[in-house]
């Protein structure tokens, strides 16, 4: 099974309008269908009335709110949803607790390179976790 881009849908979470661009614009570029939002509050709007493969968030989003508390809502819909946390400011602890939940961590500036190979490789490990639960 291929997981280059294709049929997968992408929701990115950033607050910074630039950066949001970039990764959209470099995701439809791969192929992905892709829906960028600005905050917590949007991005939980879009899981409650569509299906996404995969979630990539910024960790520092509006009102104290952080890119766990959209995570939390995602892996309430679908458990076991791979996510990335995308980040230039994390420490110790907020790395650790996205090891504890399984998410990956991507540091800013984000290598492209990187970018683009992780998230095949979190869908892959996905669909090979819900296999194996069969």
């Known amino acids: 099974m291929s997981f280059n881009a ?3 849908r992408v929701l990115v ?8 661009f970039t990764y959209r614009l470099i995701l439809e570029q791969e192929g992905y269908m892709t829906v960028a939002v600005a905050s917590a509050r949007e991005a ?12 990539l968030c910024d960790y520092s989003l509006e009102e104290k709110r952080t890119g ?10 679908r458990p076991g949803m791979p996510c990335l946390l995308l980040t ?6 907020t790395v650790a607790e996205a090891e504890k939940a399984d998410v990956g961590v991507l540091f800013k500036p984000i290598d492209i390179e990187e970018f683009l190979s992780t998230i ?6 996905s669909y090979e976790a ?3 639960k069969k």
Do not use: C
Request: no cysteine; aromatic share 10%.
């Open 13 to 20: 979470v950033d607050d910074e309008p630039s950066v949001l």
């Open 44 to 55: 939980i709007e879009w899981l409650n009335k569509e299906e996404f493969h995969i979630v």
């Open 120 to 125: 095949p490789s979190k869908l892959k490990e």
């Open 130 to 132: 819900a296999v194996s």
């Open 88 to 93: 230039g400011y994390a420490n110790q602890d």
């Open 68 to 77: 766990f508390d959209v995570i939390e809502v995602a892996r309430k819909k």
């Open 6 to 8: 294709g049929k997968y």
